[in-house]
Every structure is written in structure tokens, then in C-alpha cells.
């Protein structure tokens, strides 16, 4: 770990254990570790009961008040009989450690159809509240975003009039925040509301489009979450860079691509590298061999991408071939991305979804920011051409003037926002929102 200035009279540090249903915890599964000045801390344990024989995966978080430290995954396997094997020693590369002050984190795991939810800010972690999602949720939603892909594609016979449509709007954010989200951790979020100056939220295997929260009560309501707050999602497991690089600019053309796709190009070339000759890669395999010689800057896609829920997942056709988030497994096992921590931008139609893959889900975000990149963004649903060049455009545009990550989606949010069309809300922006760009 980078260097960590320890206050005379120690350091918090929160870990966070969650387990499988096989594994019963017999204590409590967040404990605080105080960190001295000039010496070791001292261990904690935590204990479970195995249900069954099996093998179950145990996942440790640690924070810094609301800051995301690191992640460390492993398994256990439980015999009825049979030797006791040795202990290996698992480790993690912890991020910086100092509390950001109004840092917020909202923690969401979700398994056999149970959602964990567990809120952190900059002074303390909150106790973890689980909750189960009712049947027929997944109908609620897929009717959702298929009135937002109406209201991205029917420009001529829109679903609703723009007055019913900023109503839609706001009910179904209100609707998710209030059916989803325990009713704890909205106190606690209303609790710590005045003093929230970023807010994250730390997802795993879910595609739930969490920016379209809309936290309301009776005397509380200050409009949709990302119109109030710099919000940026994180990936489980995945490193937060404070540096995303902008330099080196490729441009994606895939074999289907809107009829903007070179405006788009040449608005961000003159926005990201002013005279110089954009690059535009539009072959699956000089891609590939980008991503895995560790030599990628920005790269950013305009193109129409696929989505599929028979298991094929997501897809972009190159000329030469379909390009899919399982094409980047090499890159992530080697983390090529690293040294240069590229941002990624896939500017289509519903990027940034994931699909169950083997044991895990696998996404655009998921393999990218393993491979190392410095930060991804993509879309839930269909965005409407015009209105993705122009959040694109604006989005780059803060980032070259030193605005961080945050504050340039959430600007870029508003340029777009508009009634009749919900671009605004489609993106997903992953990475840390203090993170400042280079080049």
C-alpha cells in the first residue's frame, strides 16, 4: 500500500465479510480494525457454520469511512471428513487510504435472488440490511426499459407527451427507490443527504439501472440522484484510479454505426487532441491487439451494439468479427490496461449491461476496469444519436478543462436532459469520481 499518514491515536479501518447461504455467520460480519501509529494491528476473526458439504465463496471488503480500500475473494471447502489443509495467505493491494470528507458509497451485493445493501460515508459504515426482490420484478423492469427504448427510438409516435413523460420519469425512480432499496438505508441516506459531496455505488453482478433512483418523501424531494450529487459506479474487485488517461486517442467504427459516427469522431479529435490526425480502428483483430499490447490511450466507440438474453450477451460487429466483453479475458488476467489506464467510452445502445457468465457476469465494465482501465462508460438502454454525440462532447469537454470524473458526468447530464428524452439517464459512468484526467 501507498504510503499512510497514521494519526498518533490510530486509523479505522471497517471489514466487511459476506459469505454464502452455505456458510452461517456465528458473529457479527463487519468488525473495525484499529490501526496503531507504529506497530501492527491486531487480527480479527470471523466465524461461520457450514449448512452442508460444500465448497461456498467468502468475500472481504475493507473501508475508510466511506472510502472502498480493497476486496479479497476466496473459497472454502468444507468435507465431512478428510485433512485439514494448510492456510494460504490471500492478499490485496489496498488503495489510498484517507477518508474523502462527504464520500458516500452505497455497497449493493446481490445473490439467490437477494439484495445486500450497506451504506458508507467518510465517519462511519452502517450496518449491512439485506432484502429479498419479489417475483416479478424482472417483468417491472423489462417493461421499463422498454418504454425507455421508445422513447429513444419512436421519435414520431412517443410513448407518452412530454409532460406524461416527465411524470413517467420520476414515478418509476421513485418506484425503484422506494420498492428496492430498504427502508433503513433511506433514512441513513436522508440522514447523511446534507453533507453527501460525491456518492458511489459499489456493484457486483447486477444490471439494475440504479441511476434512475429518485429518492422522495413526504417533505423531502431534490429530483432524481444523479442530478444531485457527482454519481459513479465502481466494480467489486477492480482497482479506482485517480488518473484517467486521454491521451493516444483511437476511434472504434464497428460494421454497424450511426450516420453521426465520424461528426462524433471528429468533434471529440478536436476536443481531446486539437490538430492532430484522428486514428479510427475499425477492425476486430488490430483491436484486439490493442487492448493486449498495453499500449491503449482513449479509445472510444460510436457504433450500434447487440444485447441478446439467450446467454449470448452483448456484442459489436467489427468487419472481421464480433467483438464481446469474453474477447477481453486475456487482457483482464494480465491487467494490460494498467500502465495506461485508459478511459473506455462505448457510446451505444445499452454498453454497460451484464449477463450471467459461468460464475460470474460478464460485461463491457466488468472486463475493462479488471483489465485496468481507468474508467468506463456506456449505456442501460437505447440513447438517440444526437443527444449521445452531444453528452459525449460535453463530457470530454470537462474532463480537458480539470473538472473530475463526477462532475463531468453529472454536467453532462444536464446538457442533455430533456423530457422526451431519457439519454440523460441511460449512462453509467464507472470509476472514481474525484478522478482527474491526463494525457
Keep these: 500500500m501507498k504510503p499512510w499518514p497514521i494519526p498518533a491515536d490510530g486509523s479505522d479501518v471497517t471489514v466487511v465479510v459476506h459469505a454464502d447461504n452455505g456458510l452461517i455467520p456465528l458473529g457479527p460480519v463487519q468488525q473495525v480494525i484499529r490501526v496503531p501509529a507504529s ?3 491486531d487480527p480479527v476473526r470471523f466465524a461461520f457454520r457450514a449448512s452442508q458439504v460444500d465448497v461456498s465463496r467468502v468475500e472481504v471488503t475493507t ?18 471428513r478428510g485433512p485439514n489443509l494448510e492456510p494460504t495467505t490471500k492478499v490485496a493491494t489496498v488503495n489510498d487510504v484517507d ?37 416479478g420484478a424482472d417483468g417491472v423492469l423489462s417493461r421499463a426499459r422498454e418504454t425507455l427504448r421508445r422513447f429513444a427510438m419512436d421519435t414520431k409516435t412517443p410513448p407518452y407527451s412530454p409532460a406524461v413523460a416527465r411524470e413517467w420519469l420520476q414515478n418509476t425512480g421513485v418506484g425503484l427507490w422506494n420498492s428496492i432499496v430498504p427502508e433503513a438505508i433511506r ?30 418523501t413526504k417533505t423531502h424531494d431534490a429530483g432524481f ?48 487532441a486539437p490538430g492532430q490526425e484522428l486514428t479510427v480502428v475499425n477492425n476486430l483483430n488490430d483491436l484486439l491487439h490493442l487492448f493486449a499490447s498495453g499500449e491503449a490511450g482513449l479509445t472510444h466507440f460510436a457504433c450500434h451494439a447487440t444485447y441478446r438474453n439467450d446467454g449470448s450477451g452483448a456484442s459489436i460487429s467489427m468487419c472481421d468479427g464480433d467483438f464481446t466483453p469474453m474477447m477481453l479475458a486475456t487482457a483482464k488476467a494480465k491487467e494490460t490496461l494498467t500502465a495506461g489506464r485508459p478511459l473506455v467510452f462505448i457510446n451505444a445502445c445499452r454498453s454497460a449491461g451484464a449477463e450471467p457468465y459461468f460464475t460470474e457476469m460478464m460485461g463491457w ?75
Design 99 to 135: 477518508p474523502e470528507a462527504g464520500a458516500v458509497t452505497l455497497q449493493i451485493h446481490h445473490a439467490d435472488g437477494r439484495y445486500t445493501f450497506q451504506l458508507h460515508n467518510d465517519q462511519c459504515v452502517y450496518d449491512p440490511v439485506m432484502v429479498a426482490v419479489e417475483a
Design 365 to 439: 465494465a466488468q472486463q475493462f476496469l479488471g483489465a485496468g482501465a481507468g474508467a468506463f462508460v456506456g449505456t442501460l438502454w437505447d440513447v438517440r444519436s444526437t443527444s449521445a454525440q452531444n453528452f459525449a462532447e460535453e463530457f470530454y469537454g470537462r474532463l480537458m478543462t480539470g473538472q473530475t470524473l463526477g462532475l463531468a458526468a453529472m454536467h453532462a447530464r444536464k446538457a442533455v436532459k430533456n423530457d422526451m428524452d431519457p439519454t440523460w439517464l441511460a449512462y453509467t459512468v464507472y470509476g472514481d469520481a474525484n478522478a482527474l484526467a491526463f494525457q
Design 39 to 41: 506497530s501492527d494491528s
Design 225 to 272: 440522484l444523479v442530478d444531485q450529487f457527482p454519481v459513479t459506479r465502481t466494480v467489486f474487485n477492480t482497482d479506482r484510479s485517480r488518473r484517467i488517461n486521454l491521451g493516444g486517442a483511437r476511434f472504434v467504427e464497428a460494421a454497424r454505426s450511426p450516420a453521426n459516427a465520424s461528426a462524433e469522431f471528429k468533434a471529440i479529435g478536436r476536443i481531446v
Design 63 to 80: 473501508w475508510a469511512g466511506g472510502k472502498y480500500l480493497a476486496k479479497l475473494t476466496f473459497e472454502v471447502s468444507v468435507t465431512d
Design 187 to 216: 433514512e441513513q441516506y436522508l440522514q447523511l443527504h446534507s453533507r453527501i459531496s460525491t456518492f458511489s455505488i459499489a456493484t457486483g453482478n447486477d444490471a439494475l439501472p440504479w441511476e434512475l433512483l429518485y429518492p422522495m
